[in-house]
């Protein structure tokens, strides 16, 4: 196939798009386990078995194989030529992570990380943007098991007028000028989208701004819409409860903020805030924005002190509303003295404290592995500070280390850290919950953060070759005069990161060709993801053209050579564009130079 290229107005650069063909490793392995040019169902068993680590590989797996080729009409009745293999080995059968869930999920909710997202309603920044329900969708079609929404009276001047008062609840950011979405149609689409793509639980944290009338409101609405989806707190606790004994189940998490418990003449630090609140709407009905950006911007400032509604409520304060109370699945907020009475918490009741980020990292310093024992039982969720007004993400190895099971990210962001986030949770199946390591599970020894971690295993990566840009991508896309030049980024990020390897340069190619291996020492597997990234190099800019990403889990990769999807910025995966990979993970020992 010829594709042209303009370079002036008088002259065109024509280039061949060659057929891909195998690299030489591929072909040495056809040849092995073949004859006479043809691989049989023993010899691919023998294959995946041998080179793809697929010890319990049996005849109905090679059969799916065999099955999955026929309708390119490329191998012989009897087996697979040369061509099929090469299609198997790049195709969705062989990925570099098992699709099925994998691990105990019979272990206590507290042992896993669990697929969090923050203000999931946002569509964008977190001052400006709308508010939908379309990111809660997207974000459960990609397995994110938390929800988070913030609940607010309505703004409706209307609600006001004719009954006296706020009668509806909704869903915003507040002290910002995001918009906001009825929670009657968040919780429609929870419903509807929850268990799509994972069957296990899933957790709903309520930011709570409401007065008692709309938590009994609430308590209505969400008895009503979830029927017996929802789990209801039993006498024993969550102490006992497992994914697998919640499969199908949505919980709530929540703890009312303090002003609203008190009386009207409160005199509450967070007062100002509902009042500035309510000074903005009618700016608003008066068409003038000026007042109501200038309080919005300030409440912003302080968003790391009162983002978390729960962390207002004291342990003796008494929740007002039975009903409210009686659908909070894992009880929210700080006791008395705050995080140091946090860590002495005994082993039962479990409950959940939020940090900001920057609250984890000074905690860190002084009780790292006090927090690490405490979140053996108990739920710590993370979230990003205040200041990330463009949806911007943070470190979330820090609290992972740490045992926080609440990692929450801004899932309508970018870059790397959202890209590592997603690698993580396409392990086990992509269930969204993974099991802590056991390092982080010990009963007896508490694990140490602060002590680096040794060398567990060596991962070689070696990179061959790649395709589907040209089915994914504009032939000029990358460069309007030739076909792009791709290199391939390959590094190692967790407690025990690596720094970055390239690749060469391949020219005007959309089918390039590297065959380059790298090796990297992994401490801590358990946590740590590979980064893979392809850029089309350009020489005549700063900035190079980026050509996709993944991340992927190291503790779970498959031996052997694999197809590797690529993803675009956001984590969704291209139809086409692929590497050809090959993995080979083993303990120090084993490896000889």
């Not at 709570?208 to 929802?230: I, N, R, Y």
């Not at 697998?244 to 949505?250: D, F, G």
Request: glycine share 6%.
């Amino acid at each position: 196939m010829e594709q042209p290229f303009r370079v002036c107005i008088f002259c065109i650069r024509t280039f061949i798009h060659r057929v891909p063909e195998p690299p030489d490793d591929v072909k040495k392995l056809f040849q092995d386990y073949s004859q006479n040019g043809t691989m049989s169902m023993d010899g691919l068993l023998k294959f995946l078995s041998k080179v793809q680590g697929q010890n319990n590989a049996k005849e109905d797996d090679a059969e799916v194989i065999f099955n999955s080729l026929k309708h390119l009409n490329i191998f012989p009745r009897k087996g697979l030529n040369l061509e099929g293999f090469y299609r198997y080995l790049l195709g969705d059968l062989n990925t570099p992570l098992s699709p099925r869930v994998h691990q105990d999920m019979t272990a206590p909710l507290a042992h896993y990380f669990m697929y969090t997202g923050h203000n999931s309603y946002l569509t964008g920044n977190q001052f400006s943007s709308k508010s939908s329900v379309r990111p809660i969708k997207k974000a459960l079609q990609n397995g994110v098991r938390v929800i988070e929404l913030d609940l607010w009276p309505a703004r409706n001047i209307k609600s006001v007028v004719l009954h006296g008062g706020n009668n509806d609840v909704e869903v915003r950011h507040g002290g910002t000028l995001t918009t906001s979405v009825k929670l009657l149609k968040c919780l429609r689409a929870i419903k509807e989208f929850a268990f799509q793509v994972s069957e296990y639980p899933v957790v709903i944290t309520f930011e709570d701004h409401l007065t008692a009338d709309l938590q009994e409101k609430v308590a209505k609405m969400v008895t009503k819409t979830f029927g017996g989806m929802l789990y209801r707190p039993e006498i024993d606790g969550l102490e006992k409860l497992s994914p697998e004994s919640l499969k199908k189940k949505i919980l709530i998490s929540t703890k009312p903020p303090r002003e609203y418990l008190e009386t009207q003449n409160s005199n509450s630090p967070h007062k100002s805030e509902k009042t500035s609140e309510e000074q903005g709407d009618d700016e608003k009905l008066r068409s003038s924005r000026t007042n109501l950006f200038s309080c919005s911007f300030m409440c912003f400032a302080n968003k790391d002190q009162i983002d978390e509604g729960e962390q207002l409520q004291e342990e003796d304060e008494e929740m007002k509303i039975p009903e409210y109370r009686d659908l909070i699945a894992i009880p929210a907020g700080k006791p008395k003295g705050g995080l140091e009475e946090w860590l002495r918490m005994d082993a039962k009741q479990v409950r959940r404290l939020s940090l900001c980020e920057q609250e984890l990292e000074e905690a860190t310093i002084t009780y790292g592995k006090d927090i690490v024992r405490i979140t053996k039982n108990h739920l710590l969720r993370v979230y990003p500070k205040g200041s990330r007004l463009d949806s911007s993400n943070y470190d979330p190895f820090v609290g992972w280390k740490h045992g926080t099971q609440m990692v929450a990210f801004n899932m309508q962001g970018y870059g790397k850290h959202l890209w590592i986030m997603q690698g993580m949770f396409r392990a086990n199946g992509g269930c969204g919950y993974v099991k802590k390591p056991d390092f982080l599970l010990r009963e007896k020894d508490d694990f140490d953060p602060s002590v680096p971690l040794p060398v567990y295993k060596i991962l070689k990566v070696k990179i061959y070759s790649g395709e589907g840009w040209h089915l994914d991508f504009h032939h000029t896309h990358f460069d309007q005069c030739s076909p792009p030049d791709f290199l391939v980024k390959v590094g190692v990020a967790g407690v025990h990161a690596s720094k970055a390897r390239r690749t060469k340069i391949v020219r005007n190619s959309w089918l390039p060709e590297w065959n380059e291996e790298f090796k990297f020492e992994v401490a801590g597997p358990e946590l740590s993801v590979l980064r893979i990234e392809v850029i089309d190099f350009d020489k005549y800019s700063k900035h190079d053209d980026f050509g996709g990403q993944t991340c992927l889990p190291i503790s779970e990769l498959r031996n052997g050579i694999r197809a590797v999807p690529l993803h675009d910025r956001g984590g969704v995966k291209y139809k086409s564009a692929r590497l050809l990979v090959r993995f080979d993970l083993k303990d120090p020992q084993d490896c000889s130079e």
